[in-house]
Structures are given as C-alpha cells and as structure tokens.
C-alpha cells in the first residue's frame, strides 16, 4: 500500500499490534499513542523501511524490543516508546539507528547496560528515565551534556567520567557540595556589613551613569531605554545589553519592515548580529509578532532558517536578536537587476524550499510561516537562502490556530497561494 503517514492516536484501540502493519513498507510517520494496544512488536516492523518516525507511546506493549528495530535505519526524527511494559535489555541491533534524533523509553521495566545508546551519534534529545538500567553510561559528547533528568529512576546506573560514579555517590556529593555552599554563604554574609559603604557609593554612582546613558541614547528609543532590561539568550553570547543599544543608530539601519527595524550591530568582541526593534504596540494589541519569533525561532534549527540567538525586552521596548546575514535580502537583490546566473537562481530557490519543507514536514507540530515573500528571504555572502520574519508564523496544533486561519495572513509583497 502508499499510505505514508498514519495516526490513530487517542482512539481506545485494544488488542496486538497486527502483524500486517508490515505490509505498509511506504510508511515513512507512524502513530499511535494514548491507546490500550497489548502484547508484543510485531516483528514484521522491519519491513518499515521509509519510517522516520514512530510513536507507540503510553500503551500497554509488553514483552522485549524486537531486534528488528534496528534494522530501520530511515528512522531519523523520532522513536517513543515510554509508558509502556516493555522488558528485558536493549538489542544491540539499535546501534544501527545511527540517524534517530529523538528516543524516549522512559516508564518500561527494561534493564541491562545503555551502552549500545552511544552508537546513535545524531542523537539531539534522550529520556531513559524509570527504568532499571544498570552499569556505566556512555562516554560520548552527548551524554556529557545529558541531564541528570533524562536517567532519574535508574539506581544502577553509574557515571563513568571518573571510573564509576553511580547514582547514590552522586546524591552524597551533591548534598556534600550544598554543605561547602551554606559554609561559603555564611562567610560571604558575615562580610557584608563591612561592604555597605562601598555598595551604596557604587549604587549612586551607577543611577547617575544610567541616567547619562539614557540622555544619550535619545535619540535611538527616548525614555523608553531607560527602563530595567531582560536579556535572554539562547546560547552564549559574550556581549550584554548596553553593547546592543549602543548599536540602535540611524546609520546601523539596514531594513525597514511592517514588525520593525532591522539594525546591524557590531559587538567590542568583534561579533556581528541583527538586531529587529519591532515597531510599538497599543494596549488593545498584543505583540504577538514577538511572541511567534520567540516561540518558533528559539526552538527549531536549520541550515536554510534564520538563527534567533535570543531576545532583549523591557516594559517598552522589545528587541529580537539574529545571525547576522551580510548579503541582504531577495527582493534587494531583484531590484538591483544584478546579473544571476541560472545555477544562482537554482540554489537560492533550493534552500528557500528546503527551509520550506523543514518547517512543514520535519516539526512536530508543523510551522505554517503564512509570510514567505522576497523580502523575507535573506541571503549570504555565497548566495544561500535563509528564511527570516517568522511574527506571523503559527504552529499547527495551538490553541488560537483554526482561529488565526480564518484571518487574512502575509505583509505587503505577500500574495497566499490559491486554494
């Protein structure tokens, strides 16, 4: 059969998994999840070639993970199969997953040593947690950075950094290292009437300087800098706020849009990002365009999407911080009638596309960007495209989504594809 994707999720289903769901080899999503299916994986799930993502959460499968999971190499987005009975040790044949980006088989009765879990090098998101994995964890670059979170209910499981560290040595040097903490705290509060002095001159001094600095920056925002900032950013960024607000002049401008102005910005460490300043909101009208970028952007990574590094805010003002993209943008570069030679034209095409496809097929749920015009296609100093703008991007299972369709969508320069 070509069925390619299929969810019955949700829908009290019983019994065993049939052995016929082999038979759908065009398969490439399966689902489902929040049912009452039993028994054992057929092992006729090998036969699912296609599949980059299965989800057999919270049923009530039993029995150990056939081997002939392995065997499906395709699976690159996902595999969920938490809240399960599952037992027994993980098969070796899972280091064949090479390309799995998420797996979750947290709640099972599994057990026996995670090692063949450091094979699956594009792993992105882990959750193992309630089990009763035993031994050593992987030393691998991803478990390194693995929270303690994504294991909790294993015991037996053992660090092995430092030869091996297991679970119960860890609580007694963390509740050792609170300890040293309290001691250092105490020392630190013991001093601070000797610093009273010192702290309020610094106070003064600091109101004054603010006061200064939003003097100068006047021009840029008015009162409107001189409130207290959040900055939040979403990796780490050596530079602060006043180094970005220093940047917010007339001749940083590099583009003007229906949210915002775009500034570049130069930081002391010789960074270069982009800044959008969105344009005021009245009180009757909430600034969804900077809750969209924050809520898609901050979440999703893509060669052919814009990066949000983070995002700066105060009771006024809302700043939106970017990847700085040095070539400008499409429509600037239509309108200039430079010369483009067909392969030019192909590439830029090809990652406006890919970014495209990304957004509707590989994200779980679906991001509908609703504003893709030339304008929003940023371009690098190698021609290759990156789609930007993302305030009126909707994400396809929120609350407000069949609402938000019923409206009319896109900016100026924007026409929606015909139904």
């Known amino acids: 059969m070509n069925l390619e994707q299929l969810d019955l999720s949700m829908n009290k289903l019983t019994g065993e998994m049939p052995a016929s769901f082999g038979n759908f080899s065009y398969l490439n999503k399966l689902i489902l999840s929040r049912n009452m299916l039993s028994g054992p994986l057929p092992r006729s799930v090998q036969n699912l070639q296609k599949l980059t993502m299965l989800d057999l959460s919270n049923n009530r499968f039993s029995g150990a993970i056939p081997p002939e999971i392995g065997v499906l190499s395709s699976l690159s987005i996902s595999l969920d199969l938490s809240g399960n009975r599952f037992a027994g ?3 070796e044949e899972m280091s064949g997953l090479t390309q799995l980006q998420s797996l979750d088989l947290s709640s099972n009765g599994l057990h026996g040593s995670i090692s ?5 090098t594009s792993l992105t998101s882990l959750n193992i947690s309630f089990n009763n994995f035993s031994g050593a964890i992987p030393v691998t670059p991803f478990f390194k950075t693995l929270s303690s979170n994504s294991y909790a209910g294993n015991p037996s499981l053992c660090e092995s950094y430092d030869g091996h560290i297991c679970a119960s040595d860890m609580v007694r040097r963390t509740t050792l290292k609170t300890v ?11 001093s601070i009437t000797l610093l009273l002095v010192v702290v309020w001159i610094l106070f003064n001094r600091s109101r004054r300087l603010e006061g200064e600095k939003a003097t100068s920056l006047s021009a840029a925002g008015g009162n409107d800098f001189s409130y207290p900032w959040t900055f939040t950013p979403f990796q780490k960024l050596n530079f602060c706020v006043d180094s970005i607000l220093e940047c917010l002049k007339d001749e940083n401008v590099i583009g003007k849009g229906c949210s915002g102005v775009v500034y570049r910005a130069e930081m002391p460490n010789g960074d270069i990002i982009a800044v959008k300043k969105l344009w005021k909101t009245t009180k009757e009208e909430p600034i969804d365009a900077f809750a969209a970028e924050i809520q898609i952007l901050g979440h999703i990574r893509h060669r052919n999407i814009v990066k949000l590094l983070g995002y ?4 006024s003002v809302k700043l939106l911080l970017y990847n700085y993209v040095p070539n400008g943008n499409l429509q600037e570069l239509l309108s200039e009638n430079r010369s483009l030679d067909w392969d030019t034209r192909y590439k830029i095409a090809v990652g406006a596309a890919q970014g495209l496809s990304y957004l509707h097929h590989d994200c779980v749920p679906a991001i509908l960007h609703r504003d893709v015009k030339c304008n929003n296609i940023l371009l690098d100093s190698k021609y290759e495209a990156y789609l930007a703008d993302f305030g009126l991007a909707k994400l396809m299972n929120s609350p407000n989504y069949h609402h938000a369709m019923s409206r009319i969508a896109g900016s100026y320069g924007y026409i929606a594809p015909g139904k």
Do not use: F, H, M, Y
């Open 312 to 315: 700066c805010s105060n009771k």
């Open 89 to 91: 040790e993980l098969p």
């Open 116 to 120: 063949v879990l450091g094979a699956l």
């Open 180 to 190: 040293r903490t309290v001691i250092l705290v105490c020392a630190i509060l013991g």
